[in-house]
Nanobody
Framework: QVQLVESGGGLVQPGGSLRLSCAASGNIFSINAMGWYRQVPGKQRELVAAVTSGGTRNYADFVKGRFTISRDSAKNTVYLQSNSLKPEDTAVYYC??????????????WGKGTLVTVSS
């Protein structure tokens, strides 16, 4: 069984920063891409940023220059450093990862999400 657990969400003022973390655990053989998505009520979940096992990063246009994704492969953890936050960044942030288990089954796993609220 594989689990992804996010942490680091909360309430922050406009212009502030947050660092989100997502740790994968369980019967993991290898992890390929890891990423962050976000969703607000009534809208589709959208990609925020992703990073491959080789370190290639991809960002949505609306976070370029403000957010940075990184990963610690030894800890099976991905991070999202979010700076210059705006009220429109308010959303539930979800982590996902393409994981191959120890039984060589590969699929995309999702965390349960962490709420980020940007408000004064």
């Amino acid at each position: 069984q594989v689990q992804l657990v996010e942490s680091g969400g909360g309430l922050v003022q406009p212009g502030g920063s947050l660092r989100l973390s997502c740790a994968a655990s369980g019967n993991i053989f290898s992890i390929n891409a890891m990423g962050w998505y976000r969703q607000v009520p009534g809208k589709q979940r959208e990609l925020v940023a992703a990073v491959t096992s080789g370190g290639t990063r991809n960002y949505a246009d609306f976070v370029k220059g403000r957010f940075t994704i990184s990963r610690d492969s030894a800890k099976n953890t991905v991070y999202l450093q979010s700076n210059s936050l705006k009220p429109e960044d308010t959303a539930v942030y979800y982590c996902n990862a393409d994981i191959t288990t120890t039984t060589y089954y590969t699929m995309t796993y999702w965390g349960k999400g962490t709420l980020v609220t940007v408000s004064s």
